[in-house]
């Protein structure tokens, strides 16, 4: 009886048991659980990074604008940012071992929100209530769109989870799609650094996305290595695996590349360029990396996948808002000729004095005319009479005087 029972009773419980996998990723509460551990670490530790490279730039600006001689490494300020910055990265690494790499990538906005609301709150200029909505009503716009965003990335984000083990990532590793996602990554980074290297195409798009492949990689190995680290700490060691050191590496080459590019991106373009367009495509490559790497989307039905799309154009949409309004600096140019004086290497290009902008806030050495902005008055000068030091006889050096002369 029990023998003929058996196979009966196996094939009545096998079609249960695959129901019960297949609907894991929506109605397990423990998934979900998961999922609001890991993005709320990940808000935590982008709102932490946000204060404490806020801290670390006031302690730069507060230095500069002192007698201090101390350097900045030597005040409290910068010591106390950077413990915040270690804090705020250990938060957002630890979100990855929880919830999958789709969900926690596109929470980086958080960081452009809390920026925007901490450079408004401490501003120092007084503004009247007009001027100040109507300078920093996109700023708004832009925080309320990222909120939304943000709001439906984690309503309707990817459930789908797996034991980070060497054996799940090794297969994951091999795997076709993700061999024919690396294959197209590697001929576009290819591409692009030809053109960037050769042809001098020093575009911001060209530069942010090589950042942006690179990025997509770094967060592929960051989630592997912290899964592999919380496997590890659960009571399964997993740190003797070889893939856990060849994420390791990756992870560290692509992140010293990545700074590289970005340096040279901030030399070029301005910082709220940067961190829009940054955003859009490293938020796309990264998603497109998890997608085919861990298979975040397998399961999903048409309506969250739709619903989480939305949420990223949302977010995108008020990250791009939030960094448009930012007024790009004039940079300060006195109005001297150095090269009235013999001897004095010239600062400007060409030995040509340029005039500042008329238009700046603050414009030393300018005069503003009226009556013709076409006209520009050479700079003012003084006569230069040479110090005696030794003998008398020694005949002072012709100086050459720039003369003044203006129409009435």
């Not at 789709?102 to 450079?119: E, N, Q, R, T």
């Not at 190995?221 to 659960?234: C, F, L, Y």
């Not at 949409?317 to 009235?340: C, Q």
Request: hydrophobic share 50%; glycine share 8%.
């Amino acid at each position: 009886m029990e023998g003929g029972n058996g196979p009966d009773l196996q094939l009545q419980q096998l079609p249960l048991a695959t129901a019960a996998i297949s609907v894991l990723p929506h109605e397990d509460p423990y998934s979900y659980k998961e999922n609001l551990i890991g993005a709320l670490l990940a808000i935590f530790g982008h709102l932490v990074i946000s204060i404490a490279l806020n801290l670390q730039k006031y302690s730069h600006i507060r230095l500069a604008g002192s007698r201090d001689p101390r350097a900045y490494f030597r005040t409290k300020t910068w010591w106390c940012g950077l413990f915040f910055l270690l804090l705020g990265e250990l938060g957002v690494f630890s979100s990855y071992a929880f919830a999958p790499l789709s969900l926690i990538v596109p929470l980086s906005a958080v960081s452009v929100i809390a920026s925007a609301i901490i450079g408004i709150i401490f501003i120092k200029e007084k503004w009247k209530p007009k001027d100040f909505l109507r300078r920093y009503v996109l700023s708004f716009v832009g925080c309320g769109l990222a909120v939304v965003g943000t709001y439906l990335l984690i309503t309707f984000g990817p459930n789908s989870h797996e034991m980070m083990t060497g054996d799940n990532i090794t297969k994951h590793l091999v795997s076709w799609p993700f061999l024919l996602y690396m294959l197209v990554e590697i001929i576009l980074f290819c591409l692009l650094l030809y053109f960037y290297k050769r042809k001098n195409a020093n575009y911001i798009v060209v530069i942010l996305l090589l950042v942006a492949l690179l990025g997509s990689m770094t967060v592929v190995t960051v989630k592997a290595i912290a899964g592999m680290i919380i496997v590890s700490i659960q009571g399964s060691l997993q740190l003797g695996y070889p893939i856990f050191y060849i994420m390791l590496v990756c992870m560290v080459a692509t992140a010293v590349f990545q700074a590289r590019f970005l340096t040279q991106a901030s030399q070029l373009y301005d910082s709220s360029q940067i961190a829009s367009i940054g955003y859009i495509l490293s938020t796309a490559t990264a998603i497109t990396a998890g997608a085919t790497f861990y298979l975040d989307f397998t399961g999903e039905d048409v309506l969250h996948i739709c619903m989480f799309a939305l949420g990223c154009l949302i977010a995108f949409l008020g990250v791009f808002l939030i960094t448009r309004n930012k007024k790009k600096s004039i940079p300060f140019e006195p109005y001297i000729s150095m090269d009235a004086m013999p001897g004095m290497q010239n600062v400007h290009d060409k030995g040509i004095a340029v005039q500042p902008d008329l238009k700046a806030s603050f414009s030393y050495g300018a005069l503003e005319n009226n009556d013709s902005m076409a006209e520009i008055y050479t700079p003012a000068t003084l006569p230069i009479v040479q110090e005696e030091h030794g003998s008398k006889g020694v005949s002072a050096l012709p100086y050459r005087v720039l003369e003044h002369s203006k129409k009435e």
